[in-house]
């Protein structure tokens, strides 16, 4: 009896000792993990981000790029790490897209994650240079089919959500052109600009700056709604294309096996930070649109487009590069 009773008592003690530690969370510094360049656009929210978080938990926020193998190197880093909440990563369309294509993972795929939250998303916008004589897509699109009309489109590298789309967007309407591939959408943009390619597929934030300065002309965007600094500029689903509706997402995931109680307070704490005013206000200036999701409707948001992009994937035939 004696044994049971230090038994029971050690037990209880257990018990008591594992909401207390939840309810501290956190209590030293969050590492955020950002698996793409420093500079980029993810890198840019995770700091405006994290800044805030930073004074609602009061510990230090801690962003670290970990960029290379599309991915794979900074999210592998984070699988590896311990499931307590205190190191989480950032992830996007491309963290579904190397689960589908990359057969040979130095983790376990998506199921080696438990999502937290949504964040934001920037809708992708197809333009052309302002001097241009495509006024709308429409023309794009007879033009492009006219025989030895070569024209082309720019977006960031292969397999990624910009490519996914823009080959969508020739297989739904019919678009002929051809894929030149950069390192960044707004290199894509850029070439553009210069007379190289003839209209460019990428994130709203990477050519804002450039369509704000009139030097280059929005024809369409990809999202099921008309997005608001682009309010004279129809969706594709408006133009009859209802299937290409893409946009490029990202949230926050944490490895598998962390506490429940702890992922609540992360994803609390991430509304919480994206509710604030300011950080909205910068969030947009940058041409992303804050769009919070909590666990369970960011892990739909997940199947959903898991199912989505393998579809398209698997009917475009792409392949890993």
Same mark, same amino acid.
């Given at each position: 009896?004696?044994?049971?009773?230090?038994?029971?008592?050690?037990? !209880?003690?257990?018990?008591?000792?594992?909401?207390?530690?939840?309810?501290?969370?956190?209590?030293?510094?969050? #590492?955020?993990? /950002?698996?793409?360049?420093?500079?980029?656009?993810?890198? $840019?929210?995770?700091?405006?981000?994290?800044?805030?978080?930073?004074?609602?938990?009061?510990?230090?926020?801690?962003?670290?790029? *970990?960029?290379?193998?599309?991915?794979?190197?900074? $999210?592998?880093?984070?699988?590896?790490?311990?499931?307590?909440?205190?190191?989480?990563?950032?992830?996007?369309?491309?963290?579904?897209?190397?689960?589908?294509?990359?057969?040979?993972?130095?983790?376990?795929? /998506?199921?080696?994650?438990?999502?937290?939250?949504?964040?934001?998303?920037?809708?992708?916008?197809?333009?052309?240079?302002?001097?241009?004589?495509?006024?709308?897509?429409?023309?794009?699109?007879?033009?492009?089919?006219?025989?030895?009309?070569?024209?082309?489109?720019?977006?960031?590298?292969?397999?990624?959500?910009?490519?996914?789309?823009?080959?969508?967007?020739?297989?739904?309407?019919?678009?002929?052109?051809?894929?030149?591939?950069?390192?960044?959408?707004?290199?894509?943009?850029?070439?553009?600009?210069?007379?190289?390619?003839?209209?460019?597929?990428?994130?709203?934030?990477?050519?804002?700056?450039?369509? #704000? !300065?009139? *030097? +280059?002309?929005?024809?369409?965007?990809?999202? #099921?709604?008309?997005?608001?600094?682009?309010? =004279?500029?129809?969706?594709? @689903?408006? +133009?009859?294309?209802?299937? @290409? =509706?893409?946009?490029?997402?990202?949230?926050?995931? !944490?490895? #598998?096996?962390?506490?429940?109680? /702890?992922?609540?307070?992360?994803?609390?704490?991430? *509304?919480?930070?994206?509710?604030?005013?300011? /950080?909205?206000?910068?969030?947009?200036?940058?041409?992303?649109?804050?769009?919070?999701?909590?666990? @369970?409707?960011?892990?739909?948001?997940?199947?959903?487009?898991?199912?989505?992009?393998?579809?398209?994937?698997?009917?475009?035939?792409?392949?890993?590069?």
């Amino acid at each position: 009896m004696k044994i049971l009773a230090t038994a029971l008592c050690a037990l !209880a003690l257990a018990l008591q000792a594992a909401p207390a530690g939840a309810a501290e969370f956190p209590d030293k510094s969050v #590492r955020i993990v /950002v698996p793409f360049p420093a500079g980029g656009a993810a890198d $840019t929210f995770t700091r405006l981000i994290g800044q805030k978080l930073s004074a609602i938990w009061g510990q230090p926020i801690i962003v670290e790029n *970990k960029p290379g193998a599309g991915t794979v190197i900074g $999210t592998a880093a984070v699988a590896k790490s311990a499931p307590d909440g205190y190191t989480l990563l950032i992830i996007a369309n491309s963290f579904l897209i190397n689960d589908k294509l990359q057969k040979e993972l130095p983790y376990d795929g /998506v199921k080696a994650f438990t999502p937290v939250a949504m964040l934001l998303n920037s809708p992708q916008v197809l333009a052309v240079n302002a001097e241009s004589p495509f006024m709308t897509f429409a023309q794009v699109l007879a033009k492009s089919r006219e025989p030895g009309a070569n024209l082309s489109y720019s977006t960031v590298g292969p397999n990624t959500s910009q490519n996914i789309g823009g080959e969508l967007l020739k297989a739904r309407t019919g678009m002929v052109a051809t894929y030149v591939p950069f390192a960044g959408g707004a290199m894509a943009g850029n070439a553009v600009m210069g007379g190289h390619v003839t209209m460019v597929l990428t994130n709203w934030n990477e050519i804002a700056t450039n369509i #704000r !300065a009139g *030097k +280059l002309r929005p024809l369409a965007v990809t999202t #099921r709604e008309r997005i608001e600094p682009l309010k =004279d500029t129809p969706t594709l @689903v408006e +133009l009859g294309y209802p299937e @290409v =509706d893409v946009d490029v997402w990202f949230g926050v995931a !944490a490895p #598998r096996g962390t506490p429940d109680a /702890v992922l609540d307070k992360l994803s609390l704490g991430f *509304k919480q930070a994206l509710a604030d005013p300011e /950080v909205q206000k910068q969030l947009m200036a940058a041409g992303f649109y804050p769009d919070f999701q909590g666990r @369970v409707e960011f892990a739909r948001k997940i199947a959903s487009q898991s199912q989505f992009l393998y579809k398209i994937i698997d009917e475009l035939g792409i392949k890993a590069q």
